[in-house]
């Protein structure tokens, strides 16, 4: 059973847009929230993460917006440019204690010139 | 400097062959994890562990079997492997306590036939 749902599958802009992915959680035991980025051939790296204490964070051209009540964050690329084309990844942990995340499905971006 | 190695790259097996993942980390890293990547399923945690010589279940442990003999390594095996763990497996670490970031390699892609 997925624990977080992420959207949409696949997403394409063209340079200057705004893609959004948007993510969806059901236990609200949850307390961290990372965004991974994903390209061909490399492993997944952080990008930016936020606590569900805080309603939005800015990393550069990265946002993450949060909403507790609705148990539902998504991520903002703004100016998104062509070498911000990969997989992005939303997850969530369950536990301090061990780390352990609960992975999106992934969302595929590509930015056109 | 290389952060998290994972050996092989590439491998294909035959149904019923056996294997052996490793993972290496020189961070000093006590947390480790072992992922499948699947398109449209994210990636999905296999076994972890929070320490050497300690190991525990993920979310989809069947047909894997796990060992962390000394803290820098990770070992995940494929006891009689079967098309169905046709997969790119990806491995992290994670430096205990916080909201540390999980590291990852760069992924071993495996084929079943």
């Known amino acids: 059973q997925q624990q977080v749902k992420q959207s949409p599958q696949s997403l394409i802009v063209q340079k200057g847009g705004i893609p959004i992915i948007n993510c969806a959680y059901e236990?609200?035991?949850?307390?961290?929230f990372p965004w991974y980025q994903q390209f061909p051939g490399k492993g997944p790296a952080l990008l930016i993460a936020?606590?569900?204490?805080?309603s939005e964070k800015k990393e550069g051209r990265f946002t993450i917006s949060f909403n507790k009540s609705a148990k539902q964050f998504s991520l903002h690329i703004m100016d998104s440019q062509p070498g911000d084309s990969a997989t992005y990844f939303c997850?969530?942990?369950?536990?301090?204690?061990?780390?352990?995340?609960?992975f999106g499905q992934g969302t595929t971006l590509q930015v056109k010139p | 400097n290389a952060g998290v190695t994972q050996t092989p790259k590439f491998r294909v097996l035959k149904t019923g062959q056996s294997m052996t993942l490793l993972c290496a980390q020189d961070?000093?890293?006590?947390?480790m994890y072992w992922y499948r990547q699947d398109p449209g399923m994210g990636l999905r945690l296999i076994h972890y562990?929070?320490?050497?010589?300690?190991?525990a279940k993920g979310e989809v442990p069947d047909g894997y079997n796990v060992s962390r003999l000394k803290k820098q390594n990770f070992l995940l095996g494929l006891e009689s492997a079967a098309p169905s763990q046709t997969s790119v497996y990806f491995c992290?670490?994670?430096?205990?306590?916080?909201?540390?970031?999980?590291?990852f390699g760069d992924g071993t892609r495996l084929s079943i036939l």
């Open positions: 236990n609200t035991a949850f307390d961290y």
């Open positions: 961070m000093n890293h006590e947390y």
């Open positions: 992290a670490s994670k430096a205990a306590g916080g909201n540390q970031p999980q590291h």
């Open positions: 936020i606590r569900p204490d805080v």
């Open positions: 562990s929070v320490g050497e010589g300690t190991t």
């Open positions: 997850a969530a942990r369950g536990s301090s204690n061990t780390g352990k995340l609960i």
